[in-house]
């Protein structure tokens, strides 16, 4: 699918849960959210449906997130679905690994084959105090099994901002040096209650990490379906990654959709413009009718997002767990 700026759309980031088991300082508050009930968030059929559409419209890479994706109920039946979808070349997976380890070998004979697990801290104490959950050992442990697995690749997402972690930043990128991980370092941006914290940029963290460890070599290759820009360290067994979209704004490469957890088809992560999807199907729209709206939909996706703008009505104003990771 081509939009109107020439871009190749061909990646579905799906949220099938805004509930999650962690509470991250910068995605929900404490007390957690008012999440979507039974009837509110979309069922399984419906996600299949809208899977098609998508696929009918050239899209063959679908991401599964949350909330915390491994929440759900019979979620491996979903991935299996998903992925007997004809056009549907790869599903991946985002989570906090909490679930990960008891779910893993299901998950790959399903048909997840890329697993992002998110992870801003290697101390157990400032763990608990970003997430409100003690449960580091846990995510550890999932990451170490999952690294070994032969028909997974492994990422680990870490969100890095100022007076908040970047402490950590030469301990997480110390992952990668023994097994084939890449880790991902995220420019924090500025949505939901991630305006608090203020962002470190790429450049930043390249010197952090040369300090240590000496000149950091650009890595060419294709490692996903997203915009990290990936580099080597000598000696190091998997690649550092850095997702820059505050510094380095690649919105006129963004080549992805998103779906909320309440059936919205969102166009840019940091705008509203969209398509209410549950609401058409509930009002009995068919399959080709839905394509034919989707893709008209895809093709007006925004220029850019707007993240030097302080307001407009066009700026998403929800937290990330209600929007999907």
Request: glycine content about 8%; hydrophobic content about 40%.
């Given at each position: 699918?081509?939009?109107?700026?020439?871009?190749?759309?061909?990646?579905?980031?799906?949220?099938?849960?805004?509930?999650?088991?962690?509470?991250?300082?910068?995605?929900?508050?404490?007390?957690?959210?008012?999440?979507?009930?039974?009837?509110?968030?979309?069922?399984?059929?419906?996600?299949?449906?809208?899977?098609?559409?998508?696929?009918?419209?050239?899209?063959?890479?679908i991401k599964l997130t949350g909330g915390e994706p491994l929440v759900?109920?019979?979620?491996?039946?979903?991935?299996?679905?998903?992925?007997?979808?004809?056009?549907?070349?790869?599903?991946t997976l985002t989570t906090n690994g909490l679930l990960l380890e008891?779910?893993?070998?299901?998950?790959?004979?399903?048909?997840?084959?890329?697993?992002?697990?998110?992870?801003?801290?290697?101390?157990?104490?400032?763990?608990?105090?970003?997430?409100?959950?003690?449960?580091?050992?846990?995510?550890?442990?999932?990451?170490?099994?999952?690294?070994?697995?032969?028909?997974?690749?492994?990422?680990?997402?870490?969100?890095?901002?100022?007076?908040?972690?970047?402490?950590?930043?030469?301990?997480?990128?110390?992952?990668?040096?023994?097994?084939?991980?890449?880790?991902?370092?995220?420019?924090?941006?500025?949505?939901?209650?991630?305006?608090?914290?203020?962002?470190?940029?790429?450049?930043?963290?390249?010197?952090?990490?040369?300090?240590?460890?000496?000149?950091?070599?650009?890595?060419?290759?294709?490692?996903?379906?997203?915009?990290?820009?990936?580099?080597?360290?000598?000696?190091?067994?998997?690649?550092?990654?850095?997702?820059?979209?505050?510094?380095?704004?690649?919105?006129?490469?963004?080549?992805?959709?998103?779906?909320?957890?309440?059936?919205?088809?969102?166009?840019?992560?940091?705008?509203?413009?969209?398509?209410?999807?549950?609401?058409?199907?509930?009002?009995?729209?068919?399959?080709?009718?839905?394509?034919?709206?989707?893709?008209?939909?895809?093709?007006?996706?925004?220029?850019?997002?707007?993240?030097?703008?302080?307001?407009?009505?066009?700026?998403?104003?929800?937290?990330?767990?209600?929007?999907?990771?």
């Amino acid at each position: 699918m081509i939009d109107k700026r020439h871009r190749g759309i061909e990646y579905l980031r799906i949220s099938v849960t805004d509930r999650c088991n962690l509470r991250c300082a910068y995605c929900m508050p404490e007390e957690g959210i008012s999440c979507l009930t039974h009837d509110e968030i979309l069922t399984f059929e419906e996600i299949i449906t809208i899977c098609k559409s998508a696929a009918k419209l050239g899209i063959s890479k679908i991401k599964l997130t949350g909330g915390e994706p491994l929440v759900r109920k019979n979620f491996i039946e979903l991935v299996r679905k998903i992925k007997a979808i004809s056009g549907i070349e790869e599903i991946t997976l985002t989570t906090n690994g909490l679930l990960l380890e008891n779910q893993l070998e299901q998950l790959v004979e399903a048909g997840i084959s890329r697993i992002n697990i998110s992870l801003d801290t290697l101390d157990r104490a400032r763990y608990k105090e970003i997430t409100r959950v003690d449960g580091l050992d846990t995510v550890l442990q999932a990451i170490s099994k999952a690294a070994q697995h032969p028909k997974v690749q492994i990422k680990v997402n870490s969100l890095i901002a100022k007076d908040f972690n970047e402490n950590e930043i030469l301990g997480l990128a110390e992952l990668a040096k023994n097994e084939p991980i890449s880790i991902r370092f995220i420019e924090v941006m500025p949505i939901g209650l991630g305006r608090a914290l203020k962002t470190i940029s790429k450049n930043e963290m390249i010197e952090i990490l040369e300090m240590h460890y000496g000149k950091l070599k650009p890595y060419n290759e294709k490692l996903g379906n997203g915009p990290a820009k990936y580099y080597e360290i000598a000696g190091f067994a998997g690649k550092i990654g850095f997702i820059s979209a505050v510094s380095e704004c690649f919105c006129e490469a963004c080549n992805r959709i998103r779906l909320t957890a309440n059936g919205y088809l969102k166009l840019c992560l940091h705008s509203t413009k969209g398509l209410d999807l549950k609401k058409l199907l509930r009002e009995g729209m068919s399959q080709d009718e839905l394509t034919k709206v989707m893709a008209e939909a895809i093709a007006s996706k925004p220029e850019k997002h707007h993240f030097g703008e302080a307001s407009g009505s066009y700026i998403e104003d929800k937290i990330m767990s209600q929007i999907g990771g």
